[in-house]
């Protein structure tokens, strides 16, 4: 197999993982969710600032850098399509929501600007749909499992997880259908169809990655550990852990992810509009290309990137509340 036809395959493989881009929303649309998304990220950085406490910043930093490395992975489901994990409920569960809708903004923000995966003007909406709808579903997790068996508390987590999906590809749905992408009729039922399928992956990493947490450190999922965050073992054990999620990165499904597989199978995915900039553009370092070595670099440069930034936002926030 000769150079060009690998750096094929791997492009593919690159570009299999798609937020919303420019172009599938309208304007109206895309501004109205960056409204909405703006207004619940004031009103969870202010609760996150009144509730957060030194030894919680270090786990936000961590959970960001996990959430982002594991969306790194895209896992085949039928149809020759791919999902990959969204992280909001789980993120919910070790932080609470209002922090773990901040952790969610940042995986976004920098997945966004730094490596163009979704678009600048829908950002709102992927902030939306990816994060706070997500983290959200995720708040229910303590009232519903909080003093339950261990057992119990994976299932709630599974299927609040699964319904974070569900709930993301519906409002995609919508937005698609508001902007007159495609019609309600059509890209309602093909958007749930996909993602009841990516939901279920989306279940069982979230209960693989709380019951890997419950077993080396119980104390992190409780509802006092919320609020008084984790030790430094921890947070470097974690940092690690996500290190080497992203390591696996080049392992990712080929296959188009569920937007993408919905975008083609109905003739829209051409008018995403290119970004107006790059700087790794899909994963790649450009100066290593297209191969598996580049997406590995960029990975750990998106784990260290996004973990500094949720660290850096959680202690503003700390800072600012020391004032006030």
């Known amino acids: 197999m000769d150079t060009a036809m690998l750096s094929h395959i791997w492009k593919e493989v690159t570009t299999a993982r798609m937020h ?44 960001a850098a996990f959430i982002f490395a594991a969306q790194m992975i895209n896992f085949p489901v039928a149809g020759g399509t791919s999902g990959h994990l969204l992280g909001g409920v789980l993120a919910a569960i070790m932080l609470g929501p209002w922090a773990g809708m901040l952790v969610m903004a940042c995986v976004i923000i920098v997945q966004g600007l730094l490596f163009q995966d979704g678009g600048l003007l829908v950002m709102g909406a992927n902030i939306f749909n990816m994060g706070l ?17 261990k057992g119990v508390r994976l299932v709630v987590a599974g299927v609040l997880a699964w319904l ?6 519906l409002f995609t749905a919508l937005q698609l259908g508001f902007s007159g992408t495609s019609p ?29 947490v419950m077993q080396v450190r119980p ?19 974690g940092l690690l852990i996500a290190l080497v999620v992203a390591v696996l990165s080049p392992i990712a499904s080929a296959d188009p ?16 509009a290119a970004p ?5 553009p899909d994963y790649v370092v450009p100066l290593l290309g297209e191969t598996p070595v580049s997406t590995i670099a960029a990975g750990v440069l998106g784990v260290l990137v996004v973990a500094a930034v949720a660290i850096i936002v959680g202690r503003l926030l700390r800072q600012r509340a020391a004032i006030t």
């Open 257 to 272: 992810d569920g937007l993408e597989r919905v975008a083609i199978d109905m003739g829209f995915e051409e008018i995403a």
């Open 219 to 237: 104390d992190l999922v409780s509802v006092e550990a919320v609020r008084a965050g984790g030790g430094r073992s921890w947070v470097v054990a």
């Open 276 to 280: 107006p900039y790059e700087v790794l």
């Open 184 to 212: 309600f009729a059509i890209v309602v039922p093909a958007m749930l169809g996909v993602h009841v399928l990516i939901g279920i992956g989306e279940g069982l990493i979230t209960m693989a990655a709380l019951a890997f």
């Open 133 to 149: 709808l997500t983290a959200a579903l995720g708040s229910l997790y303590h009232g519903l499992a909080g003093r339950q068996s």
């Open 20 to 63: 919303i881009p420019d172009g599938f929303l309208s304007l109206p649309v895309a501004l109205a969710f960056w409204v909405i998304s703006a207004g619940l990220l004031a009103i969870a950085a202010r609760r996150t600032q009144q509730q957060l406490g030194e030894r919680q910043i270090p786990l936000m930093g961590v959970m």
């Open 164 to 169: 974070s999906v569900i709930a993301g590809a």
